[in-house]
């Protein structure tokens, strides 16, 4: 964790515990972090998951990576320092997401363990899930409308991640959703009873 260039300040806690939102919104705030290459489903899946979970009453929302840059990282561009920066900036904001009881969904490629593992130590144990969105190349590339990996192949995107640039795969993620073996109800059903085993979610639909 850097260190703010900010002197003389310090934390201010809110009289309204976590403990308390949760209590009030029946279920408890988490972070499921998607990565995955270009393609994959993650923002797909994420809008998804947070379709379903809006229908059972949770405070939720998406950090989708494209709309991140049209204003809180408008700054930032592709290289490796910037895609740090890129979520580094989303880890904080995910982490006062969560502090507000949400169920926060960020959809990023975040391709370097290194950022990932950052953000999950911001928050206590339980609250980062990572979900890898697995999908082979050739399948995203099929996939790809927007034409970014036929771009990328013939030079025209530098440093494109699963092209010219890397996608570090995560280790030991929280959830393995295989996104070109199972269609998109699978993938959320999947979702939603992990966060069930994982108390997240209440299994009392009634609440």
Same mark, same amino acid.
């Given at each position: 964790?850097?260190?703010?260039?900010?002197?003389? %300040?310090?934390? #201010?806690?809110?009289?309204?515990?976590?403990?308390?939102? =949760?209590?009030?919104?029946?279920? $408890?705030?988490? %972070?499921?972090?998607? +990565?995955?290459? #270009? /393609?994959? /489903?993650?923002? @797909?899946?994420?809008? /998804?998951?947070?379709?379903?979970?809006?229908?059972?009453?949770?405070?939720?929302?998406?950090?989708?990576?494209?709309?991140?840059?049209?204003?809180?990282?408008?700054?930032?561009?592709?290289?490796?320092?910037?895609?740090?920066?890129?979520?580094?900036?989303?880890?904080?904001?995910?982490?006062?997401?969560?502090?507000?009881?949400?169920?926060? !969904? +960020?959809?990023?490629?975040?391709?370097?363990? +290194?950022?990932?593992? =950052?953000?999950?130590? !911001?928050?206590?144990?339980?609250?980062?899930?990572?979900?890898?969105?697995?999908? #082979?190349?050739?399948?995203?590339? $099929?996939?790809?409308?927007?034409?970014?990996?036929?771009?990328?192949? =013939? /030079?025209?995107?530098?440093?494109? @991640?699963?092209?010219? =640039?890397?996608?570090?795969?995560?280790?030991?993620?929280?959830?393995?959703?295989? @996104?070109?073996?199972?269609?998109?109800?699978?993938?959320?059903?999947?979702?939603?009873?992990?966060?069930?085993?994982?108390? %997240?979610?209440?299994?009392? $639909?009634?609440?």
């Amino acid at each position: 964790m850097t260190t703010p260039k900010s002197r003389n %300040i310090t934390w #201010s806690h809110s009289d309204v515990k976590r403990t308390d939102r =949760a209590r009030r919104n029946g279920h $408890r705030g988490a %972070i499921l972090w998607f +990565t995955g290459l #270009s /393609g994959a /489903g993650k923002s @797909t899946l994420a809008r /998804g998951v947070e379709k379903a979970l809006f229908e059972r009453g949770c405070q939720t929302y998406v950090l989708d990576g494209d709309n991140v840059r049209f204003g809180l990282n408008r700054d930032l561009g592709f290289s490796p320092a910037d895609r740090t920066e890129n979520i580094r900036r989303i880890g904080e904001v995910s982490k006062l997401l969560l502090d507000a009881g949400v169920i926060v !969904l +960020t959809a990023f490629i975040s391709p370097y363990r +290194t950022d990932r593992d =950052a953000n999950r130590e !911001l928050v206590d144990d339980g609250d980062f899930l990572e979900v890898y969105c697995r999908c #082979s190349l050739e399948e995203c590339e $099929r996939r790809d409308t927007k034409g970014l990996y036929k771009k990328a192949r =013939a /030079g025209e995107i530098p440093e494109f @991640t699963g092209i010219s =640039a890397p996608y570090e795969e995560p280790l030991t993620p929280e959830m393995l959703v295989q @996104t070109d073996e199972h269609d998109g109800a699978a993938c959320i059903a999947q979702i939603l009873a992990e966060l069930e085993r994982r108390g %997240i979610l209440s299994t009392n $639909r009634g609440d």
